[in-house]
C-alpha cells in the first residue's frame, strides 16, 4: 500500500537536499478521437548527475475538473507500486520508454476523458510539473459541432451544474465552453434561456433584444449571470456535440407510435433510437429536414427544420420541439441512429 504522497515526498527531499529543482513544462495539446489510444507525454529533464535511485522515480498523474477547482486521481507509480484510479481503472499505464520517460498511455478515449492533465515526477532533487490537454472530438475543444440548449422532462430551471454535465452525458455531448457559445452566437444563436457553461458560469446568447431577454434597449450579445453555486443554482444547460458517427433518419411507418414501441421499432431496423444531440447535429452539420414529429430517446418529441415553410417552422430554421408527452401517447414517429461500422 502507497502511503506517502508525491506532495509529501516532495517536501522530504526538499528538507534532505536543500534543492529541489522544479521545471514546467510546456503545455502541450494532444488531439485524441473516441475510442482510440493516446500518449501523454511527459518526460523529467534531469539538472544534476546524482539522484536518490534507491527511492526510485515517482509519478502522479491527476485531470483537473472542467473549472480546474479539483483534481482527480488518474495514476500513481512508486518503485513497484502502481495504481490506477476511478474511471482510469484498467485504461491507463505507463510508455516507460526509458529511465525518464513519465508519459501516460490512455485507451479507449471518451467524452469524460477531456481536459488538462497534470504529470508530477520526482526522482531524487530533480522534479518535473507537466501539463497536457486532451482533446476529443465532439468535445469543447473541437469544431466544427453545434451547441444546444437543453432542458429536462421536469422543465426550465431544474438543473444544477452536476445534473447539467450528466445531462449533456446522457446526449452524447459536453457543456459547451463559453467560446463555443459565443461562436453560436456569431452564427446566429439566440435563446432567452439561460444555461450553465462548462466552467461553472450561467449564460445564454441574444442577438435579437427584447423585453423579457435582457431589455430592449440593450445590445445583442451574451448575457452573463456570473459564477453560480453548483449545487444549489439551477438552470438549463447549453451542450456541445462535433459531427455525426453515422446516420440520423425518420423511420418510415405505417402507423404512430408509444415511446416504448418506438424504442422496439428502431432496434428491429438495427438502429437505436436517436438522442438530441443527433438530431442537432444532423440539423446543423448535415442540413438534415423533416416536417414530422417524432420521439427521440430523452422521451421528447422534435423535428429538424433546414428550410423554413408555413406549417412546419415558417420564420426560422431550427430543431422545433413539441414537449415530453405522455410515453403511452401513439401521437408520433420515430427517429433513429445506426453508427458508423
Not at 25 to 46: E, K, M, Y
Request: charged share 25%; glycine share 10%; hydrophobic share 35%.
Amino acid at each position: 500500500m502507497i502511503s506517502l504522497s508525491l506532495s509529501e515526498a516532495s517536501k522530504a527531499m526538499m528538507t534532505f537536499s536543500g534543492i529541489l529543482q522544479t521545471e514546467l513544462g510546456d503545455q502541450n495539446r494532444v488531439f485524441a478521437s473516441r475510442g482510440s489510444n493516446i500518449t501523454l507525454p511527459c518526460r523529467l529533464h534531469r539538472q544534476h548527475g546524482m539522484s536518490f535511485g534507491s527511492l526510485g522515480m515517482r509519478i502522479k498523474w491527476t485531470k483537473l475538473s472542467a473549472d480546474e477547482s479539483l483534481e482527480e486521481d488518474v495514476l500513481v507509480s512508486m518503485g513497484f507500486h502502481k495504481k490506477s484510479y476511478g474511471s482510469f481503472q484498467g485504461r491507463v499505464h505507463l510508455l516507460e520508454a526509458d529511465d525518464d520517460d513519465a508519459s501516460l498511455v490512455l485507451s479507449d478515449v471518451s467524452l469524460d476523458d477531456v481536459g488538462k492533465f497534470h504529470c508530477e515526477v520526482i526522482d531524487g532533487i530533480d522534479d518535473v510539473i507537466h501539463e497536457v490537454t486532451l482533446e476529443v472530438q465532439g468535445t469543447p475543444f473541437s469544431f466544427p459541432g453545434v451547441v444546444f440548449p437543453y432542458s429536462p422532462r421536469l422543465g426550465r430551471y431544474n438543473l444544477n451544474f452536476h445534473d447539467a454535465e450528466q445531462a449533456c452525458l446522457d446526449q452524447d455531448s459536453v457543456v459547451a465552453s463559453f467560446d463555443q457559445l459565443y461562436e453560436a452566437w456569431r452564427s446566429g444563436m439566440d435563446w432567452c434561456n439561460a444555461g450553465w457553461l462548462n466552467d461553472g458560469s450561467v449564460q445564454y446568447p441574444i442577438t435579437k433584444p427584447r423585453g423579457p431577454c435582457g431589455g430592449a434597449n440593450a445590445r445583442a450579445g451574451l448575457r452573463n449571470y456570473g459564477q453560480r453555486e453548483k449545487s444549489k443554482s439551477h438552470y438549463d444547460v447549453f451542450c456541445f456535440t462535433s459531427g455525426l458517427k453515422g446516420r440520423l433518419y425518420w423511420l418510415v411507418q405505417p402507423n404512430k407510435l408509444m415511446f416504448a414501441e418506438a424504442v422496439q421499432a428502431c432496434q428491429d431496423d438495427g438502429a437505436e433510437i436517436a438522442n438530441v444531440a443527433q438530431m442537432y447535429a444532423a440539423w446543423k452539420l448535415n442540413g438534415y429536414d423533416r416536417c414530422d414529429s417524432g420521439w427521440l430517446a430523452d422521451g421528447s418529441v422534435r423535428y429538424p427544420i433546414s428550410r423554413p415553410r408555413r406549417n412546419c417552422s415558417p420564420t426560422e430554421a431550427a430543431v422545433r420541439f413539441v414537449g415530453f408527452p405522455d410515453k403511452k401517447q401513439k401521437l408520433f414517429g420515430v427517429y433513429c441512429f445506426k453508427g458508423q461500422q
